[in-house]
């Protein structure tokens, strides 16, 4: 859980236009969920006690697909893809604000999933923060034990 002492510093930038259109106001959205989920979460040792920053970047198909195909060999979209700098084999910094790491969306794969689940695109979009954020944090889907967790503790989040 994060402290209560602690900050979080979100970037969130927009390079996709349709993201503009949804008329939400994206970058307080993004910063409840994070913290929601920072709130909820066990934290890795490194990251407990610290000041957090994270990117949010609001992309399209067109950059997740190509994201998608050079860093996990899948060559189509996807609605969200996080970069965490504790899966970096990079030293963690021992001081100032911990970078937790990129998350980047699709405005078009989410937007099409949220119709496809008769879900409101906002509800769809907090979902992926969320989700994007217990990457960060080192949560994953790879075996059915983890999937089991991580969705757990995204459906209590939510």
């Known amino acids: 859980m994060m402290d209560a002492n602690s900050t979080l510093d979100i970037d969130v930038s927009v390079s996709e236009p349709e993201w503009n259109d ?3 106001d994206l970058e307080p959205l993004a910063r409840k969920a994070m913290t929601i989920a920072l709130e909820m979460a066990k934290l890795p040792d490194q990251v407990s006690g610290r000041d ?3 990117s ?3 992309a399209n198909d067109d950059l ?4 998608n195909r050079e860093y996990r060999q899948k060559d189509k979209p996807t609605n969200v893809l996080t970069f965490a700098t504790i899966d970096s084999d990079d030293p963690m910094p021992d001081e100032g604000p911990f970078p937790l790491g990129d998350i980047i969306l699709s405005y ?3 937007d099409r999933e949220a119709r496809e689940q008769d879900k409101f695109f906002k509800d769809h979009f ?3 923060i969320v989700h994007g954020t217990l990457h960060l944090l080192g949560y994953d889907h790879q075996t ?3 999937a089991t967790i991580m969705e757990t503790l995204e459906i209590r989040i939510l």
């Open 22 to 24: 949804s008329f939400l």
């Open 52 to 54: 957090l920053e994270a």
């Open 56 to 58: 949010v970047v609001l």
């Open 64 to 67: 997740l697909q190509v994201l």
């Open 108 to 110: 078009q794969t989410i």
């Open 126 to 128: 907090i979902h992926m």
């Open 144 to 146: 059915d034990d983890e």
